[in-house]
């Protein structure tokens, strides 16, 4: 099972993401499953990691997306905060060490905060986003299972911010 730590928007702000990247050239990504993750697992024992993120101190903050741009290197359009809030970088680190501490081996890279919109995306104009917020009140534990020409994404256990 492929697993990764996430924060899921509520369903009317990923419906207007989806509406504002549909008509952008590349496959847009539906609704349910844009996310933030926070670490990527890979192939992993859920319940291991269900245990270190029960040790994640974290408060609740709201999460404003105010920014799309295209990455080249991966051909993705995101959207994401021109500025992250200093609890989503807090709640970020802590999960990094307790995982850490589990015996995770996680990616070396920064945490970039973004929300994948579209995929094999050339370089394009993007149109202004509509406002998109919302309150980060828990993060996730999810599975990523292949289908077609995606993923289909399972919530498998959620823990609230404080």
Known sequence: MRLFFALWPPEETALALER???PLKGRCVPSGNIH???AFLG??????A???AR???GAAFRLTIDEARHWEHNDIVWAGPRSVPAALQQLVESLQLELFKAGFILERRPFAAHLTL???APPQ????LPPAQWPAEEFCLASSTPAGRGAVYRRV???PLA
């Open 125 to 128: 104009p993007l149109p202004p």
């Open 118 to 120: 579209v995929r094999k």
């Open 36 to 38: 933030m993750t926070l």
């Open 157 to 159: 256990e959620g823990f």
């Open 50 to 52: 269900c245990a270190a």
């Open 43 to 48: 192939e992993a024992d859920a319940a291991q």
């Open 20 to 22: 504002w990247a549909a």
């Open 55 to 57: 040790r994640v101190q």
